[in-house]
């Protein structure tokens, strides 16, 4: 296969001296490297063991390493062999109160050409729950920065769910967070920044992909879907007219467990929120 070849310049957070870089990643190049983030949120509903649950907000921490491998990946087909170019991450979430661990995960990103279907990328992910995934997508850039969605963290929990069983939703969060839509906090992050073009890589399980968990998972609060947005970001430094690297995620994954009210054969499906903006170091 022929080798996919971008040209690029970028300077440092620092405005340094800009580099000439040539990459067989495409659009998922930029991503190479070490990012920290210290605006991260955690929303999650977990069994509370009482036959309800509880819902955890808390903030974090987060450093997110990305490095490639030299060469692509073969898959040999039939008539041809897929040459995938590959990035392995690394990254871990820390409590800002606590500083306790709160979340680590290995995984790879992957440009994936000559695709039977209409993607082009891929993340993978393996995480010590007992959870794996497979999420594939799209990408696309654009001039100026993202357009973030609304998202909305209310679960699907029946048609005859009991007055005040969602309330906790409702109820005012931790200065500065939006419990209902998180994303408001990444939009509120970039207000007033020039933020001259946008990378958005948007991967989901529903797209040929699928999750896998251990059977503790499985029974207790089954994990059925995931989707995520990345948008990396190229940031003007209003002090030095330098550009610099910004990367925002929006991630959802649904958890299953406890009948829904008046449909007891489905489980109520509770939105697992993460959000974060970090800059490339």
């Keep these: 296969m022929e080798k996919v070849t971008i ?74 062999i897929q040459q995938v170019p590959t990035l392995m991450y690394h990254l871990s979430i820390h409590d800002s109160q606590t500083g306790s661990l709160m979340h680590a995960e290995n995984g790879t990103w992957l440009l994936v050409p000559n695709c039977p279907s209409d993607f082009s990328i891929a993340r993978l992910a393996s995480i010590p729950h007992g959870d794996s995934l497979l999420a594939l997508g799209t990408t ?3 001039e100026g920065p993202p357009v973030i969605p609304e998202i909305d963290t209310l679960p699907i929990s029946g048609p005859a769910t009991p007055d005040g069983y969602t309330e906790v939703y409702i109820e005012p969060g931790p200065p500065g967070f939006y419990k209902r839509n998180p994303n408001i906090v990444l ?45 990396i970001e190229t940031v003007v ?33 509770w939105p697992h929120v993460n959000i974060n903006t970090l800059v490339k170091q």
């Design 7 to 80: 040209n690029s310049t970028q300077t440092n957070r620092f405005g340094g001296t800009p580099l000439e870089t040539t990459s067989i990643f495409g659009p998922l190049t930029d991503l190479i490297g070490t990012w920290v983030g210290t605006k991260g949120w955690n929303l999650v509903a977990v069994p509370n063991q009482n036959g309800g649950f509880t819902l955890i907000v808390a903030p974090y921490t987060e450093t997110l390493t990305i490095t490639p491998l030299s060469t692509p990946t073969p898959n040999r087909g039939e008539k041809i």
């Design 140 to 142: 696309s850039v654009t």
């Design 187 to 231: 939009i509120e992050d970039i207000k007033g920044q020039e933020i001259i073009s946008t990378t958005n890589l948007f991967v989901s399980t529903a797209n040929q992909g699928g999750i896998n968990n251990i059977p503790f998972v499985t029974q207790n609060a089954n994990t059925t879907k995931f989707e995520a947005n990345f948008w």
């Design 237 to 269: 430094n209003p002090q030095t007219g330098a550009t610099y690297l910004q990367l925002q995620y929006s991630q959802t994954t649904i958890l299953e467990f406890l009948p829904q009210f008046g449909n007891p054969g489905q489980l109520i499906q």
